[in-house]
């Protein structure tokens, strides 16, 4: 069993503005999340630009005090000849009481090296620890030997441009710890497992720290990291803390527009109602005014279309005439022929016989020409398949002699047979309209050698039948315009003006093709297309 809802206008439009203003306050809560968590990602960055800074401060800072306590170390009591000669006794007893000034200043001052131009140590002093060779290390690295990071600086010197040796001083890597701690009160760890990445988040209890880590040594499966945790259980609070004042305003704000919704639209609602039901009746009646003026739009094509078939009509009467006055005359002069003949009393049985068979001849001519008229004019309402090539055909046939009396040149150019599914005297109706037109402004305007040519052409699905004259072409403007109802370039004892519109409508609407008029050489051009998107034959099963 199925269950229908139901609501009522003033249900819909309550549900339609609360789901809007969820929507915005969802919207609006998002956006301050997301300015919220930029003004915190902004705060993260400036917070590890600033342990950047005084990390690379003090590394700076550091090379360039050891370095100078070095070459002041060379410049004091001859100890560069002692470290050329490699007197190692004298070095360590010369160097002793500065060594010991260095480790009270810095107690993360863990050696001092002495090495020759070889990169070998000659002699130390602090503790004893590895490091990289001289000739192979930067002047300043760090080196990790079993979990124990330690930072090197290397001074080279020399003697005209010849290196003597190095002195190297090593300290331990938490020295760097300390430092950015006094600067910044953070406290770090220096750490040797790849598992901590930078950016990572700890909780801790009811804290929230997010992770800045500075990567110190990294060879081969080897890596050391000073990193530090910065405390952002205050910001986390403040993402949380603007979700729920978000919720509860949204909540509050819901409420307050479900009783102005309640108490302040059932007016509006009431009025809303009124105005659909009006809406309604107007469109009841629009629909009834559109189906009459459809009514009489078909009224209207239909009296024109009978208009054009009447004109059509009255100029086949002429073109019968015509047809029919040769054979009139022929058929008088028999009569008169068999009535002097019995005068004379020479008509006898064979001549009576071969007369009365030429009379019949005629007789059958004029009745054959009644029958191709009256054929041409014979209403058909259902499709059939018909040669496109034969109907032009059949369709000059009826102007013919129309067009021999006003030496009117018709040049045929069919390149193939063409058979298309569809209204044959629709279709005859439609050529018969365009090439009467053309006669028409070729007598009207006594064109000398006054032409018609008429073409079928197939490309690929396109059908084209051009039928142009030399006329001096169309006068009207735009060129389109000649297919309106009562348009006409003829004279007005020539035309109605129908004659066009109605093939346009033929071609177009119940042929689904175009038709089309241009200026061309001297003439006029109406050309048609006609859409073959299947065989005649799977057009008409279809």
Not at 355 to 362: G, H, I, R
Request: proline content about 2%; some cysteine.
């Amino acid at each position: 069993m199925r269950l229908y809802l139901k609501f009522s206008t003033k249900t819909k439009t309550m549900i339609l503005v609360i789901v809007l203003f969820i929507l915005t306050c969802i919207v609006f809560s998002f956006l301050r999340q997301i300015d919220i968590r930029n003004l915190i990602s902004l705060s993260k960055e400036e917070f590890k630009g600033e342990i950047a800074n005084i990390y690379t401060t003090t590394l700076k800072r550091t090379k360039e005090f050891y370095t100078s306590r070095a070459k002041a170390n060379l410049e004091s009591d001859n100890i560069k000849n002692y470290i050329k000669n490699q007197d190692i006794e004298k070095i360590k007893i010369l160097t002793q009481a500065r060594f010991k000034v260095l480790k009270e200043e810095n107690p993360y001052l863990l050696n001092m090296k002495f090495f020759n131009n070889q990169g070998q140590l000659l002699t130390f002093l602090g503790i004893k620890n590895r490091s990289l060779n001289p000739k192979n290390a930067k002047n300043e690295y760090f080196f990790l030997d079993k979990d124990i990071l330690t930072y090197h600086i290397l001074t080279p010197f020399y003697e005209k441009n010849k290196l003597l040796g190095w002195i190297e001083f090593c300290l331990a890597a938490e020295y760097f710890l300390k430092e950015i701690q006094d600067f910044s009160e953070l406290k770090g760890n220096i750490v040797f497992n790849k598992e901590y990445q930078d950016g990572n988040l700890i909780t801790k209890g009811s804290q929230t720290f997010i992770l800045h880590s500075f990567t110190l040594f990294d060879v081969d499966d080897k890596q050391a990291k000073m990193i530090f945790y910065q405390d952002i259980t205050e910001q986390e609070d403040i993402i949380k803390k603007s979700f729920i004042e978000a919720l509860i305003l949204s909540l509050f704000l819901i409420l307050i527009i479900l009783l102005i919704l309640h108490y302040g639209f059932k007016v509006l609602i009431k009025r809303l109602e009124i105005s659909e039901n009006s809406l309604r009746h107007l469109n009841a009646n629009l629909e009834q005014k559109i189906q009459i003026e459809l009514q009489k739009r078909r009224e209207q094509e239909r009296i024109l279309m009978h208009q054009s078939r009447l004109a059509s009509m009255g100029e086949m009467i002429g073109n019968i005439a015509h047809q029919w006055r040769q054979p009139l005359t022929e058929l008088s002069a028999i009569i008169t022929h068999l009535g002097l003949m019995m005068e004379l009393k020479r008509l006898d049985c064979e001549n009576f016989k071969k007369q009365e068979k030429s009379a019949e001849n005629l007789i059958s001519y004029m009745s054959k020409t009644i029958d191709d008229f009256r054929n041409f004019f014979k209403p058909n309402t259902e499709k059939i398949v018909f040669s496109i090539e034969k109907t032009l055909d059949k369709t000059l046939k009826l102007l013919e002699s129309s067009f021999k009396e006003h030496s009117i040149n018709v040049k045929k150019d069919f390149k193939e047979e063409i058979e298309f599914y569809g209204f044959q005297n629709q279709f005859s109706q439609a050529i018969l309209n365009i090439l009467c037109n053309a006669k028409d402004v070729l007598i009207e305007r006594k064109i000398k050698n006054p032409c018609i040519k008429i073409s079928l052409t197939r490309e690929n699905q396109n059908i084209f039948i051009k039928i142009k004259d030399n006329g001096g072409g169309i006068t009207i403007s735009p060129v389109e315009k000649i297919f309106e109802p009562y348009i006409s370039t003829k004279h007005a004892n020539m035309g109605t003006g129908i004659g066009l519109y109605m093939s346009k409508v033929i071609i177009e609407k119940n042929f689904k093709g175009n038709l089309y008029a241009e200026n061309k050489d001297n003439g006029a051009e109406f050309t048609i297309n006609l859409i073959l998107t299947s065989s005649p034959k799977m057009q008409m099963k279809a």
